[in-house]
């Protein structure tokens, strides 16, 4: 068959809403833009570990400890289970672990926002991860087949994620003058960086078409960005707080809200590594990977050992 | 013995299980995050997550005997107010338990030499004529298991593993094996309760079995041991653990979170 053919035949499953399975032929750029969206998405479920870790130690409550360990240990699963879902397309979790480390992979520049006061753990959860699930359940219906069982698992924690973080919040807002401005403060914050997750305008979005067509994504970054605003805008009445946008306004003939214009000079100055805790957060990864180098080589030495031991006691 | 001091050795001995579960969880939490591979920064905080309910079961107990006295200095006492409000002298976890967390040798060693003591200990307080003490012993049985068998098995590979991870359990064994005679040493608390000298010798024998199967040297028993945080004489790292834990309650007193 010609690369023609195969092409239309890749095409037309995706057109009937077959799912493309990892021993399918596909287009070497349709599994480039999986393997990068997979990783760079596992590299944010371990990143995103970060922020919220730094709370770990100081929450303010047993409840609220665990409630918070349970949910950053979640993100190592679902680090966990789209790094499994990346290497079905032939790159080990190795060489993603060396590409991120190096500089070369990214991960969602939301992480590198500094988590400042408590009321982080709730801005996060709603937010971050209110936007994230945005995206997420959207993937659900990925064409790609592994990718997109991946996304099912982790939404359904995502949703409680974020409804633990909205409660943090609701919690401080109606608590002591000092909570509510430490809401306020965490919401002021985190708002622009969380409509940042969606991405560049579509009409400075470079992957946007093909991802499309090949249904790797199937709503735009400004689709989805109005979806979000539309959702939190409603959201932060009930916390009696607001959004720091002074030309956020509903907007009766589009039924949407309009929202005001994102700071992209800072969006694209994290992206590149001018945020405030890139250096930071690279830093704290590779650290854990380098120390953990003997731990690593401790335990493959042992099960190289046990293996050959077991050998000869079999012959 | 007293009802009232009878009471006040059980709401001690209660408290320092609590403590002691509650320390070593908050000490295991700061792998997360930082784990030298994925499955076991899971895995750890997995722990973290089982002492941290352990910790949250006795607290709630204790804080019920509190309440239920006629005049004690801790009332009216939560789960929160006994880990978030109670200064460093008035813990009493153990020693071992807020040792720094050091590398994975040394977590993995203190977990094991807590968690084969807490396995042994839950076996017999499950037996004991308090009915709350025993099922929360009970129910915590389960997890412990899992414990001591996850460290075991990484003591086997670390001591059993390369050049480096057999030195640095050496050195991990060096510094810690002077806090693990104060876990069977009883304090004043536990009279009456499960004594803990009589546990030594079942702790030796599985230390012993594991440490001949990962190639490492038994302590000598005539090495000096450190005691004092069963009755709040702690090392200094208790006061700083105890700063970043109870920070947010410190600073907002009375605050709902």
């Not at chain 1, 405030?276 to 030495?301: F, I, M, Y």
């Not at chain 2, 030298?36 to 750890?44: F, G, N, R, T, Y």
């Not at chain 2, 002492?51 to 939560?78: E, V």
């Amino acid at each position: 068959m010609s690369v023609h053919e195969l092409e239309k035949l890749f095409q037309d499953k995706i057109d009937q809403e077959i799912k493309i399975e990892p021993r399918d032929w596909m287009p070497e750029a349709y599994r480039k833009t999986n393997l990068r969206q997979i990783s760079q998405h596992a590299h944010s479920e371990i990143v995103g570990m970060l922020p919220e870790g730094n709370w770990i130690g100081r929450a303010p409550s047993l409840k609220r400890k665990a409630i918070l360990l349970a949910k950053v240990q979640d993100e190592g699963g679902h680090g966990l289970y789209l790094y499994s879902a990346a290497e079905t397309l032939g790159f080990s979790r190795d060489q993603m672990i060396e590409d991120l480390h190096s500089g070369k992979a990214k991960y969602s520049s939301i992480f590198n926002y500094p988590s400042l006061t408590w009321a982080d753990m709730g801005a996060i959860g709603w937010l971050v991860d209110g936007a994230a699930i945005l995206n997420q359940v959207m993937l659900c219906r990925t064409s790609y087949g592994p990718y997109a069982r991946a996304m099912v698992r982790i939404c359904k924690e995502e949703s409680f994620h974020q409804r633990q973080g909205f409660e943090i919040l609701l919690v401080l807002s109606r608590g002591t003058e000092a909570q509510k401005a430490m809401c306020q403060d965490a919401i002021n914050r985190w708002w622009w960086p969380s409509l940042m997750m969606f991405g560049p305008k579509d009409s400075e979005s470079t992957n946007s078409d093909q991802s499309m067509k090949w249904k790797i994504k199937r709503k735009s970054n400004d689709e989805l960005r109005q979806q979000f605003v539309d959702m939190i805008a409603e959201q932060v009445k009930v916390l009696g707080m607001t959004l720091p946008d002074p030309d956020l306004v509903w907007n009766e003939s589009r039924k949407h809200y309009d929202f005001g214009e994102i700071n992209w000079e800072e969006f694209w100055n994290v992206v590149k590594g001018n945020g405030p805790c890139n250096k930071q957060r690279l830093e704290a990864r590779r650290k854990a990977h380098d120390n953990g180098a003997w731990v690593r080589e401790a335990a493959s030495a042992y099960a190289a050992k046990k293996a050959a031991r077991r050998k000869t006691v079999a012959a | 013995m007293s009802a009232h001091t009878s009471n006040q050795a059980l709401i001690d001995y209660t408290l320092h299980l609590a403590d002691s579960s509650l320390i070593m969880a908050q000490r295991s939490s700061e792998w997360c995050g930082h784990g030298p591979v994925l499955e076991q920064d899971i895995a750890i905080t997995n722990i973290s997550l089982d002492l941290l309910g352990q910790a949250r079961h006795f607290y709630q107990y204790a804080a019920g005997l509190i309440n239920q006295s006629a005049d004690h200095t801790l009332k009216p006492a939560t789960e929160d107010s006994l880990a978030y409000l109670r200064d460093e002298r008035a813990f009493k976890n153990l020693l071992l338990t807020e040792l720094p967390k050091g590398d994975w040798a040394q977590t993995i060693l203190k977990h094991f030499f807590f968690s084969v003591y807490q396995s042994l200990l839950y076996t017999r307080l499950q037996t004991v004529p308090d009915k709350d003490l025993a099922a929360i012993a009970a129910k915590s049985l389960k997890e412990v298991a899992y414990h001591v068998k996850w460290s075991s098995e990484w003591v086997i590979r670390l001591g059993d593993g390369t050049a480096e991870s057999h030195q640095r359990m050496l050195t991990a064994i060096e510094e810690l094996w002077p806090y693990t005679g104060e876990m069977f040493r009883a304090a004043d608390y536990e009279t009456g309760m499960v004594d803990p000298s009589t546990l030594h010798a079942g702790w030796l024998k599985e230390v012993q079995d594991v440490f001949a199967e990962a190639t490492l040297p038994m302590s000598s028993e005539s090495v000096y041991m450190h005691v004092g945080g069963k009755t709040g004489l702690h090392t200094e790292n208790l006061g700083y653990m105890l700063a970043e834990l109870q920070y947010l309650q410190r600073a907002y007193p009375g605050a709902e979170w």
